[in-house]
């Protein structure tokens, strides 16, 4: 079962998101805030494998915060950002904050499903909507450094940026999920980032993803 703790100001919004969340079987919303301190609070109480937040509460960004916060506080909860912005200014800052999914409020209840079980598999997720533009916004900018990976490396990563899952990864390169797993690693080092956030940012503005 994936706990989860679900932030936003706007008691119908939550209740409308719980909705969505809890006809999922494996999922179930263990606890829900309105405002940042509120929510950290919970979320460190509660130790929920997600937190799924808005972008702003109150004041603008302020999900963002929290999600930092989190990230910091080393509590484990991973966090998907839900969010009627579609510039790629707060996807950007999104992921730098920590955050390993973001779904747009107008995107289907299925791309929230999946980014909430990607992220409790400690994978990142971009709806569809944010991911097209960031690829092509970013695309063009690529960094030499980007030849350190392989073939087989870039591959991998391309797909991750895209959204497989760790699984879906192994069948299409016809390998085990424990190899997937062992690349992944190796390439952040290769690379140096730290975290699974920070290889999708890096992959992505470094033109390591097929159009």
Do not use: W
Not at 44 to 58: F, I, Q, Y
Not at 143 to 169: F, M, Q, T
Request: net charge negative.
């Amino acid at each position: 079962m994936i706990r989860i703790v679900l932030t936003d100001d706007h008691a119908v919004v939550r209740m409308g998101f719980r909705m969505i969340i809890e006809q999922q079987m494996d999922l179930r919303v263990v606890g829900e805030a309105s405002d940042p301190e509120s929510a950290f609070e919970l979320v460190a109480n509660e130790r929920p494998d997600v937190l799924v937040t808005d972008v702003s509460m109150g004041t603008e960004k302020s999900g963002l915060l929290l999600a930092e916060r989190v990230r910091e506080s080393g509590i484990g909860t991973r966090v998907v950002v839900l969010s009627m912005h579609d510039e790629q200014e707060y996807l950007a800052q999104a992921l730098k904050a920590g955050a390993l999914g973001y779904v747009l409020k107008s995107s289907s209840d299925a791309e929230l499903i999946k980014a909430i079980r990607r992220a409790a598999a400690d994978e990142s997720y971009v709806c569809d909507d944010m991911m097209d533009g960031f690829v092509r916004n970013s695309v063009s900018r690529v960094d030499p450094s980007a030849d350190a990976l392989s073939p087989r490396e870039a591959e991998l990563v391309s797909l991750a940026v895209r959204g497989y899952s760790n699984h879906e990864i192994a069948d299409a390169l016809a390998i085990s999920v424990k190899t997937v797993e062992g690349r992944k690693s190796k390439i952040m080092a290769k690379l140096g980032v730290r975290s699974r956030p920070e290889l999708f940012d890096y992959a992505v503005k470094h033109g390591l993803v097929k159009l």
